[in-house]
């Protein structure tokens, strides 16, 4: 009788030696080139996914629409954002309003808890920088909300002693139990300034602008969510002794770009918050 050998079932490895492996296969995103244009005035080539795993921690890997409103508000106030220097947080891999607050700037760094992401990002950067403005610095660091000393090192590595002008914020607000972590580090990101500024912190505006209008400030556009998160966030302000200006989210778009927020997603209430040292 002929020997049949035994089946080699798949030859799967042991499941649990491939674990890390195989849930990072399943929550990949899937990455490819797409085109956001705002307007005639600009248009990024951003390598981004379509889907999003939360499970992963992966939700950077897609542009969320609190971002594409966070470029409109750049691109909307040049003046303001001309020649600072600025951190962009939880930018995801796209990091779309720290790329487009590029062609103002003269640093910014881009900035995300998740290193896959922030690989992600350095290719954005290479693809997009012939639109950067002359002489910007653009860099991208993974960080992560609460982590002082990570912070202490990518000021000192990309801002060289100067402080930063402007953080920036796009949907990074959705996950309650890090937000005292988040507003933490754009304490800290204050301080710095304040530190830099020889120990007073008065807020620099140019004349006739707008109140929100001052550095340093932090600029948050997001989706409201959660009521509970409004309340905490409102608790955090006062416990760091921030000055909290709610504009209005969609009042410096055109009817065509209004349009476009609010149909994309029924009933998705945005909110734009401007937070300052008091
Ligand atoms: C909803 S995504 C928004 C991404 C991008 N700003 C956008 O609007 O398209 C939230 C981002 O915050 C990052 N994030 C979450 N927790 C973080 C933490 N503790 N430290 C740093 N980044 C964090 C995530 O990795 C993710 O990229």
Sequence with gaps: MQEVPAAKSAAAPPIDDDVEDAMHSLFAPQYSLATFRFGEEKSLQIKTS????????????????????????????????????????????????????????????????????????VENIDINKATFAPGTS??????????????????HEEFHGQPVDVILGADIVVWENVLPQLFHT???????HRAAAGGSNPPVGAEGEAAWAHVPCAVLTYQRRFLSGERTMAQLAETEHFRVLRLDALGFLGPEEKE???????????????????
């Excluded at 860099?139 to 982590?147: E, K, N, Q």
């Excluded at 476009?260 to 008091?278: C, I, K, N, T, W």
Aim: hydrophobic content about 45%.
């Design 50 to 121: 379509l889907s999003s795993s939360t499970d992963y921690d992966m939700t950077g890997a897609i542009v969320w629409p609190a971002s594409e409103l966070l470029c409109w508000f750049i691109l909307k106030h040049p003046d303001f954002f001309r020649g600072r220097r600025i951190i962009e947080l939880g930018s995801g891999a796209s990091a779309l309003p720290g790329l487009v607050v590029s062609g103002l700037a003269s640093i910014v760094c881009l900035t995300d808890g998740m290193p896959e992401l922030i690989e992600k990002t």
């Design 138 to 155: 653009v860099s991208a660091h993974v960080l992560r909300w609460g982590d002082d000393d990570s912070l202490a090192a990518t000021l």
């Design 186 to 192: 754009i304490g800290r990101i204050f301080a710095h």
């Design 260 to 278: 476009r927020f609010a149909a994309s997603e029924h009933g998705v209430d945005y909110a734009l918050m401007v937070l300052m040292p008091q």
